[in-house]
């Protein structure tokens, strides 16, 4: 039990909703959805499918329906091991009819949190993931000179270490807000009715260990906290964390035979990419239109 543990099982509790829950969600097409209305097949192969990454629309779906098959070999944190989801990632490989292939491995994250991102434990994970991405490099040889390989990661991950959790309620008073949902080194802080943001935003920052903060609408702000700092909650992994700004570093990597290698990874090396310009990147090479979104394309 951590120190936010009685605030967290207060009656004031509040559950959260994406910022704009008033309207579908996501609110444009997702890559999946853009692929099938120009008739590309897509595949979304995913040990992490809690409906976060919308691949709803993909017509080659793993699990299915989003659904872990019983017996699937499962992690410590009850998603599918990488040894589970590469059978099914080589199928849709295999499949040439394809036109986008999206992956997702995820023990790394798990031995990260359990043991520490350092640790010896994560580094074999992280050489046993290598070798898991080696085997679908290898499934490509023969569609190489057309295909576009993209690695990245979700977030980046730091360390546990002794400082004091942060609590956030320590000022609710000042900044007028009444609950949090802590979220590694990230809070969401929920504002009374009225509450100016800025007020807020100014209070958030007088917390310790608080480093910056944005607004997700009207009544919701996001504290991202200073390096080491976690936001206090009723359980904490025992090795690492994310949710900080520092942890939004990712890892971006690009290869295949494709012409838009050489000019993507030029891009990549002169600007840090951001995650929400992969998916505007890749659809112009598919000859598929998302519409408005966030990101930008890294060869526009
Ligand atoms: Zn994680």
């Not at 309620?169 to 802590?182: Q, T």
């Amino acid at each position: 039990m951590g120190p936010g543990s009685a605030r967290w099982s207060s009656p004031r509790r509040w559950r959260y909703r994406p910022p704009l829950f008033d309207r579908p969600w996501p609110r444009v097409p997702t890559i999946f959805d853009a692929c099938r209305a120009v008739g590309i097949p897509t595949a979304a192969i995913v040990a992490d499918d809690r409906g976060l990454l919308c691949t709803g629309a993909a017509d080659r779906r793993w699990p299915p329906d989003g659904i872990i098959p019983s017996g699937t070999a499962l992690d410590a944190h009850g998603y599918p091991a990488n040894a589970a989801v590469l059978p099914h990632l080589l199928a849709a490989v295999a499949d040439s009819s394809l036109g986008f292939i999206f992956g997702h491995i995820n023990e790394a994250d798990t031995m990260g949190h359990d043991f520490g991102p350092e640790s010896d434990a994560a580094r074999a994970c992280y050489r046993a993931t290598d070798q898991v991405v080696g085997v679908v490099l290898d499934a490509l040889a023969s569609r190489w000179t057309d295909t576009v390989i993209v690695i990245v990661s979700d977030h980046d991950m730091q360390s546990r270490d002794s400082s004091v959790p942060v609590d956030p309620m320590v000022n609710a008073a000042d900044g007028g807000w009444d609950a949090y949902i802590p979220d590694g080194g990230s809070a969401l802080i929920h504002l009374k009715p009225g509450v100016d943001p800025e007020r807020a935003g100014a209070a958030l920052l007088r917390v310790d260990g608080v480093e910056t903060w944005v607004r997700a609408n009207d009544s919701v702000l996001i504290a991202g906290l200073k390096p080491g700092r976690i936001a206090a909650a009723p359980r904490y992994s025992t090795g690492g964390f994310h949710g900080a700004p520092i942890t939004t570093r990712t890892v971006a990597l690009v290869g295949g035979g494709d012409p838009a290698v050489r000019r993507i990874a030029g891009a990549i090396a002169t600007r840090r990419p951001h995650l929400a310009d992969w998916a505007p990147t890749i659809a112009p090479l598919l000859g598929v239109d998302l519409g408005h979104v966030d990101g930008t394309d890294l060869l526009g």
